[in-house]
């Protein structure tokens, strides 16, 4: 394969734009590649300004769980744009929307839509603040919730295990409002909440993580974090802006059964486009503006044209439920592809999966059920596993820490083709160890 062209434009990109790209996963940084410039999209495949063809498991990061460029969307879109593209006043899409939201999605009473699942999770943390006058937020460590100040924190030291910044600009007093507890250890939130319960305004999850690879909840963990919430008055916040709409219509609380009392959503939602939500009961979204005192606001927040690609995959999604069988049963035949190959080849590996969420962790640890475990995994292993998929035209998500993501547009074939082609990169990684 030739990526010329790519590693050109990519060059020419950085004179522009920081790092050449518009966001930083784009930059094949932790596998060492060039990223390849993509032309054009068309069901399970992308194609690159090279002419290379390759089995897409990106999927632009979640959103694509129709596959790309599926007609529906893109003959309403054009319809749509005929009309024009942005008013900044209401449009009976977005009350359409609104409805489709609340009866998809259990926790939602009421919904606010914005431009991005980072605006999802930073307004919905400002909400939980104004409705509960407590500052405090715990998260989890390795979960990701977008690029706002409050998030970009990592455990810092002292018994609270009290946030530090993890990025430079996100300010000590910001990060101190922010407290660090461990996905799957109960007992980490319970000394939080004894130590500090009347102060923490919120609790933040991916209740399904994605974002550290995917790793798979304990029931006695989501069920532990909705009885501490409620004891203490805190609220409990699923980010699902990954989860939503991909592991059931209802997102991952219709699947664990464990109702959060705000949900951030982002990516399927948008259809492609961008858009972001939070949603959930009605008593706590009626204190945003203008009916309650906590401000939000977006110029292009409810966009025509990402409300018309978002309505148009979740009504497709809300009207088949035979899509998330189908989709089950082809992320299924591929975990258990990968678990067997991992068996015959020898190689040290762990295939994580929840629905359509799948990760490899090149790992000796039996299993990966925590960000200790996660940490442990050998990222070397994972960039030239993902070089050498690449080289058989399947394009992985290029971190270990990501999610890979099947679509509907995945053909049994595809499947099939792509177990046979992790069977011989293991093997081949194996031999060179
Ligand atoms: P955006 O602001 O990127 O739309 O959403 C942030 C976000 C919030 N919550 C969860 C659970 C997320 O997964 C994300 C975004 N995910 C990353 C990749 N896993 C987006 C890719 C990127 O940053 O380019």
Redesign the pocket.
């Known amino acids: 394969m030739i990526f010329s062209k790519s590693e050109k434009a990519f060059e020419e990109a950085k004179k522009s734009i920081p790092g050449g790209v518009n ?4 930059a094949f940084r932790s596998v060492g590649h060039t990223p390849m410039f993509i032309a054009s999209a068309s069901g399970s495949r992308v194609k690159d300004i090279d002419g290379n063809e390759f089995l897409d498991y990106v999927g632009s ?2 959103p694509m769980i129709l596959g790309h460029a599926p007609h529906e969307v893109i003959r309403a879109l054009r319809d749509a744009s005929l009309k024009g593209t942005s008013f900044g006043a209401p449009t009976l899409v977005e009350t359409q929307m609104a409805e489709l939201i609340r009866e998809m999605v259990p926790g939602i009473e009421m919904v606010r839509m914005v431009n ?6 930073m307004s919905a943390l400002r909400l939980a603040r104004g409705y509960t006058g407590r500052s405090l937020v715990i998260k989890f460590e390795g ?5 706002s100040d409050s998030f970009l924190i990592k455990a810092g030291s002292g018994a609270l295990t009290l946030g530090t910044p993890d990025s430079p600009g996100v300010t000590p007093g910001t990060a101190a409002d922010t407290l660090l507890a461990s996905f799957n250890d109960i007992s980490s939130v319970e000394n939080l909440f004894k130590s500090s319960g009347d102060m923490i305004a919120a609790v933040i999850l ?1 209740p399904v ?3 550290m690879g995917v790793l798979l909840p304990k029931k006695e963990f989501l069920e532990g974090l909705r009885n501490l919430c409620t004891q203490y008055g805190a609220l409990l916040i699923f ?5 939503g709409f991909r592991l059931a219509r209802g997102g991952a609380q219709e699947v664990l059964g464990v109702r959060p009392d705000l949900t ?1 959503l ?2 399927i939602i948008g259809g492609g486009l ?1 858009v ?1 939500a939070f949603g959930g009961r009605k008593e706590i979204m009626e204190f945003l503006s203008p009916t309650g005192p906590v401000y939000q606001a977006g110029t292009l927040s409810g966009n025509p044209l990402a409300m018309t690609a978002g309505y148009t995959t979740l009504k497709l999604l809300n009207e088949n439920p035979q899509y998330y069988t189908e989709i089950e049963k082809k992320s299924a035949l591929l975990e258990e592809g990968i678990r067997e190959n991992i068996r015959q080849s020898g190689c040290p590996a762990v295939i994580n999966r929840a629905g359509s969420m799948l990760t490899l962790f090149f790992t000796e640890r039996p299993e990966v059920s925590t960000f200790s475990d996660v940490m442990a995994s050998y990222t070397g292993q994972f960039a030239a596993y993902f070089k050498k998929c690449l080289g058989h035209g399947i394009y992985f ?1 290029p971190s270990q820490f ?2 890979l993501f099947v679509s509907l547009a995945h053909t049994q074939d595809d499947i099939l083709y792509t177990i046979d082609k992790n069977y011989l990169a293991l093997r081949a990684l194996k031999k060179s160890t």
């Open positions: 966001s930083p996963a784009r990061w979640g991005s699942g980072t605006e999802a999770t979960c990701y919730h977008g690029h991916e993580p994605g974002n980010d699902e802006v990954m989860t951030t982002g990516k961008p972001g998500p990501e999610a």
